[in-house]
């Protein structure tokens, strides 16, 4: 990770949408976090045309002290950024350099180059070399290559030698070749590549443009060359990447380790079968009341083992980067972040200072911020608990000395295994070998915790929260497992067997027709549109949901801004957000959520009375319309970022048809206070996640555009169950017949307004058929889903869809339900 | 320049030529010029599309009507551009984020170039107008780069600014100089219908935009024509 600023990108087009798309596209291919690109794009988001004064300020924004590279389409684009130039000071004007790209190919080599960490020269000559992979596919002669390194002779006789064949399907393509050329590039080596099987080269593996020109296809063998001080390393790495298939960051892509895992009986991340392995349990981590030695000692103490921690955290972040890509490697990134959390830090001082020993301080203010996450209402959120653990349990094993009892290979064989475990940490997760582990099975854990996001990007399948019972099977036991209908049989016969294996192949068929299929629209067989939308709760998801070809953002847990600080976020910084979520998503609708939290005083800065049952108590809505201060700001961020794109706002955890008017009327104040009367296509609507909201749906329908209904919190307040309470969780069944009648009330009182899912049900393709039977018009789920929901949509005939809602309305159980809807005969 | 200080701060004794416009011949001038689009903007539109992108009436429309609301929303807080800097600024920096296409940054930077030119000053001497239009001129010719002959807004305004300058140095006042300014611009514009296009999108069409008048053009004359409107107006 390099310090300096990353070269800032302006895209300058004529038409609004043309840049909107094009700048999601670069974001995808260069998924940098650090990497500023600002459009200029059209007079408005339909009238075409450019504006010089709009283009200095997306300068000015693109900057971040590196300089910025300008793209543009056509004619007047460049007069208009010759222009924009004149309006910059001169200091930041030399930083500036307008580039006569191809725009969309410029842009996307551009990007690649700029979060590599190329100077604005390189990022420019890169863009400028853009057609020149074109070029090579069409047979057309090369026009002058500028290169931006040149390649001596001497370069490539030294150093380290390797090949790799080219395993991608599709060849050396630009996802790959970038893969490729961030990595040379984060090293301090040079690298060339010679395509053996054409001839053609050597190029420097830093330039994607270059890299591209190898015309690289599938089958064929790439030499590689290194000089420099890390040669090895950078050669060792590509020939693991290449093995890999050169992963992209985003896993639900076409670039999942399949190579690398056993052939049989793991097609699919689905299915598994295979022996039973038992990782050993971690001792228990005492924390003695050891008499402290003086408070500096144990801050020194403290420390080091904060130091030791993070140097480990961020060797499983670089391993996690290459093998699943930069997206998943972010997990990491807030691992080190509470690691360097000053109000932490301070907590524990604070406490050494007061004259506790160092590992009961940490424990003491770790346990403090777990129980913060553990009091968010929202599933997604709350599971960021586990890692907080996670963290702060890997530096009591520093402090205590028991940092070698870890988990590392304690298996007894290296054949491939069915691992079970009681949990699972995320840099555990990381430190798997695809190879060895068939499948993973957790008693803890719930499916939206890091560690079950992580195994599944690696494409192992994992079944959590399955109860102590699996800690009893002996190791070496034959079990088959699938992740979807969350079976596990031990011993099973061959006639399951082959029925596993079955489903293995079809759900590997079906999978890959979902992905091919994820942008079209999701359409029933009978005519009806769907949409498919995603739940965000980051700009990574954002980015994930444009990829897996989302509709919209259904769902918008605007909670993610509010977390981990110190002071709530200004209405500038929270319209900016929004503002960055719906360019990151193209320009869709976003579904943006009121601040939804709750009990335990989850954000220092807006504190709540300390309830006994938080579930019951100040929270959602509630807690906003009690506090109104928070919401005041929020709804005026939210009313200003519809101006300029499409957005629906979300109230949460509504109860009484008063709450919602006081709601509007806070709206209706934010709308005033902009002064710029109700924006285009802004619309309004409610979460029911009470079973009271389900039951008068009708007399909030007038004053609502639509609904989204939470089926995790409907079903928990529903049969009066947690989910997360192990010895209740079977109760809290979302398909339980009771909630079924409460959507389908909600549904029909609806009338013509639509009405959503949001709920992890959405993603249950399972279900589907039944949402859209039951009159549900909208499903929105965590963005990996959206394909195969998109798909499983197109599979419901919907007349017929009714017919079997109406007999789950009246089953007598969840389980007949699912029996209905399985196997519908 | 020199001629914004000479003129400001001596203005006693300095021999005036010939009388040039003050700041309220200057508004006169801009709103002239809207008047006058908003007439000929389906004509500036249809030109535009036999050899363009039919836009270019609207889009000058377009920014030339948000110049008066702007010029008029200033006047109505009373906080109307008090020098020619400032009017001229205004204006240009109007245009540039309204108009679209590439007339937006050709017309921008010729009234932001003369802004620069006319400095603080209320009023200024028919050779100084000259100068402060040259000056936008050169801006014309740095942002588009255009050549004599190439079909484009500079073969109407280029023979206008030489018939202008060498109409005052012959003696004329500025309302005869303007004149045939006037008729120079227009007798350029229709010259263009002869020329094949080397700039713009009319370029794309190559040997098939001759016969056509250039748009660009058109505008520029009708701009030579407002001033000669605008500053012959009593008052």
């Known amino acids: 990770m390099s310090p300096q600023p990353l070269v800032g990108i302006v895209v300058v087009s004529h038409s609004w949408a043309l840049a909107q798309a094009a700048v999601a596209l670069a974001h995808e291919m260069a998924p940098d976090p650090r990497l500023r690109v600002s459009m200029a794009a059209g007079l408005d988001t339909t009238t075409f045309g450019t504006d010089a004064a709009r283009i200095s300020q997306a300068i000015i924004e693109a900057d971040a002290g590196a300089g910025v590279v300008v793209i543009m389409d056509l004619g007047s684009a460049v007069l208009a950024a010759d222009l924009a130039l004149e309006f910059l000071d001169e200091e930041l004007r030399n930083r500036v350099l307008l580039c006569a790209a191809p725009m969309v190919e410029g842009l996307i080599v551009a990007a690649v180059t700029a979060a590599g960490g190329g100077d604005r020269r390189e990022v420019a000559a890169e863009a400028n070399n853009a057609l020149a992979a074109k070029r090579v596919q069409l047979n057309l002669p090369s026009p002058e290559v500028v290169a931006p390194e040149s390649i001596s002779a001497s370069q490539q006789d030294a150093g380290a030698v390797a090949t790799f064949i080219v395993e991608n399907r599709q060849g050396l393509h630009l996802r790959p070749a970038a893969q490729l050329v961030q990595l040379v590039r984060s090293l301090d080596a040079n690298v060339t590549l010679i395509n053996r099987t054409t001839g053609v080269g050597p190029v420097p593996a830093s330039s994607l443009s270059r890299v591209e020109t190898l015309g690289a296809l599938a089958g064929h063998l790439i030499e590689v060359n290194a000089t420099g001080l890390e040669a090895d390393k950078v050669i060792a790495q590509i020939v693991s990447m290449a093995a890999h298939r050169f992963h992209a960051p985003n896993a639900t892509t076409d670039q999942r380790p399949k190579a690398a895992r056993p052939p049989t009986d793991s097609v699919e991340r689905r299915i598994g079968i295979g022996p039973t392995q038992r990782l050993t349990v971690p001792s228990e981590l005492v924390v003695a009341g050891t008499p402290t030695q003086d408070a500096e000692q144990e801050w020194l103490v403290l420390t080091q083992a904060v130091s030791a921690v993070q140097i480990k955290v961020q060797s499983v ?161 034959l079990v088959a497992l699938d992740t979807v209908t969350r079976e596990l049989v031990v011993d099973p016969s061959a006639t399951i067997l082959e029925s596993f294996r079955n489903r293995a192949l079809t759900a590997n068929q079906a999978y890959e027709t979902a992905r091919t299929r994820s942008a079209a629209a999701a359409i029933t067989s009978d005519g009806l549109q769907i949409q498919v939308g995603a739940n965000l709760a980051s700009l990574d998801d954002a980015l994930a949901a444009a990829t897996s070809g989302a509709d919209e953002a259904g769902l918008v847990r605007t909670e993610f801004l509010f977390l981990d600080r110190s002071a709530a976020p200004d209405v500038d910084e929270q319209a900016r957000a929004y503002l960055e979520l719906a360019s990151a998503m193209g320009g869709r609708r976003l ?224 389980d007949a339900v699912r029996t209905l809807f399985v196997d519908p005969n | 320049m020199g001629l914004t200080s000479s003129y400001t701060s001596s203005p006693v004794g300095r021999l005036i030529v010939s009388a040039g416009p003050d700041l309220a011949s200057l508004d006169r001038w801009i709103r002239e010029f809207a008047r006058v689009i908003e007439v000929h903007q389906g004509f500036l539109t249809e030109l535009d599309s036999a050899i363009g992108d039919a836009d270019h009436g609207t889009n000058m429309r377009r920014g030339m009507s948000a110049v008066v609301t702007s010029l008029d929303a200033a006047a109505a807080r009373s906080e109307s551009p008090e020098t020619a800097l400032a009017m001229f600024k205004s204006v240009g920096m109007t245009l540039v984020s309204t108009v679209g296409g590439a007339s937006g940054p050709l017309y921008g930077t010729f009234f932001l170039r003369m802004a620069t030119a006319s400095g603080d000053v209320v009023a200024m001497s028919a050779t100084e107008f000259a100068t402060v239009l040259q000056a936008g001129l050169a801006g014309i010719v740095q942002r588009g780069k255009p050549e004599a002959g190439d079909k484009t807004m500079y073969d109407s305004l280029l023979p206008a600014c030489t018939a202008l300058d060498a109409s005052l140095a012959a003696g004329l006042d500025l309302d005869q100089a303007l004149t045939a300014a006037s008729a120079a611009a227009d007798a350029g514009r229709d010259a263009t219908t002869s020329m094949q296009a080397h700039k713009g999108r009319a370029s794309y069409l190559g040997e098939r935009s001759i016969g056509h008048q250039d748009p660009g053009a058109t505008s520029a004359a009708l701009l030579v024509a407002a001033a000669v409107t605008a500053f012959r107006q009593p008052e």
């Open chain 1, 591 to 814: 579904t943006l959520r009121t601040l939804d939290v709750g009990g335990d005083k989850p954000l220092g800065y807006a504190p709540t009375p300390a309830e006994t049952n938080p579930f019951l108590g100040l929270r959602g809505l509630r807690l906003s319309l009690a506090q109104p201060e928070l919401i005041a700001d929020q709804l005026l961020a939210i009313v200003r970022t519809a101006h300029d794109t499409p957005v629906s706002v979300l109230f949460p955890m509504v109860s009484t048809v008063n709450e919602l008017m006081q709601a509007r009327q806070l709206l209706d104040s934010a709308i005033a206070r902009d002064g710029r009367g109700l924006p285009q296509g802004f619309t309004v609507g409610i979460m029911i996640e009470v079973p009271a909201a389900a039951l008068k749906a009708a007399a909030f329908a007038p004053y609502v555009d639509f609904f989204s209904i939470g089926t995790n919190d409907l079903t928990q307040y529903t049969l009066a169950a947690q989910r997360g309470n192990r010895a209740v969780a079977a109760i809290a069944d979302p398909l339980d017949p009771s909630v079924i009648r409460l959507i389908d009330m909600v549904c029909h009182a609806a009338g013509d307004k639509p009405v959503a899912v949001c709920g992890e049900l959405a993603a249950d393709a399972a279900a589907t058929s039944l949402l859209v039977g039951l009159g549900v018009r909208a499903l929105s789920v965590v963005p990996n889903a959206v394909p195969t929901i998109k798909q499983s949509v197109r599979a419901v005939n919907s007349i017929r869809a009714r017919e079997l809602a109406d007999r789950a309305i009246d089953a007598d159980g969840a």
């Open chain 1, 317 to 477: 972040r670089e391993q996690a980067a290459v093998e699943l890509g930069e997206h998943q490697a972010t997990i990491f990134d807030a691992h080190l972040m509470l690691l360097d959390d000053p109000a932490l830090l301070d907590d524990v001082r604070d406490r050494i200072n007061a004259g506790e020993p160092a590992a009961s301080a940490w424990a003491g203010g770790i346990a403090t911020i777990r129980s913060r996450f553990e009091a968010l209402p929202d599933p997604y959120l709350r599971a960021r608990a586990a890692d907080v653990q996670a963290v702060g349990d890997d530096v009591l094993r520093a402090l205590l000395g028991t940092d070698s009892e870890t988990r590392q290979d304690t298996r007894s064989s290296t054949a491939a295994s069915i691992l079970i475990a009681a949990d699972l940490t995320p840099a555990e997760v990381v430190g798997l070998d695809v190879a060895q582990v068939i499948a993973i099975v957790l008693a803890d854990g719930s499916p939206t915790d890091h560690s079950a996001i992580l195994a599944r990007a690696k494409g192992i399948p994992l079944l959590n929260g399955m109860g102590s019972h699996v800690l009893t099977i002996p190791d070496g036991t």
